[in-house]
């Protein structure tokens, strides 16, 4: 039996893996009738963690994606920080804490006061695209984000996080994030994230 992730509401790994976009070496692990859990088991026993984050960015919700981003962030700090990196952090928080429009219009503020070029810019996308629009607040007409824009935005926030500073440690650091994914994921009512969380 893999591990539990009720978090995820998809029953069949295979559901989440159809759109997570992972390696050509991640779909030999893949059993038909795997659950989520068995299946992120099989990608960290073959240390195929970039893959194991993918996936479950893709399997949680929204806001516990977006609050998993969060924690990564702050769990790899970038030793160099660009000026707005903890704007759009503390936005995507926000919109963690209180997912309203205000806040999720604030996190795209907050990251394209960073160029998007931090990994805290992607975590405040992240929360920008899970819902509403992402047109402009006064366009005439919504245009709804895609159905896995948040997920993308994760997962490259997570990537960007263990790349800097010392990209020679990075599979170390997937790692170390995919744990705390697990555990968000097998907390089914997550609380809102705090500072240092």
């Known amino acids: 039996m893999g591990t539990k992730l009720p978090a995820v509401t998809a029953r069949r790994a ?16 893949l059993e038909p009738d795997a659950t989520p859990g068995d299946f992120v088991d099989a990608l960290r026993g073959a240390s195929k963690f970039a893959d194991a984050d993918r996936f479950l960015a893709h399997g949680l919700g929204r806001r516990e994606a977006v609050w998993w981003a969060c924690v990564c962030c702050r769990l790899a700090p970038d030793p160099r920080p660009h000026p707005g990196a903890a704007a759009a952090l503390a936005a995507a928080e926000a919109w963690c804490r209180v997912p309203s429009e205000e806040n999720r219009r604030a996190a795209h503020e907050a990251a394209a006061a960073t160029q998007f070029g931090v990994a805290e810019a992607w975590a405040a996308l992240g929360a920008f695209w899970s819902g509403g629009s992402i047109a402009p607040a006064d366009a005439p007409q919504p245009v709804p984000p895609g159905p896995f824009l948040t997920a993308k935005a994760v997962s490259c926030a997570l990537t960007m996080c263990a790349v800097r500073h ?15 994914g697990i555990a968000i994921a097998q907390t089914p009512a997550a609380p809102a994230p705090q500072a240092g969380a």
């Open 166 to 180: 010392d990209p020679a440690v990075a599979n170390a650091k997937l790692l170390t994030f995919l744990e705390r």
């Open 14 to 29: 295979a559901d989440v893996a159809a759109v997570a976009e992972l390696s050509d070496e991640a779909a030999p692990l």
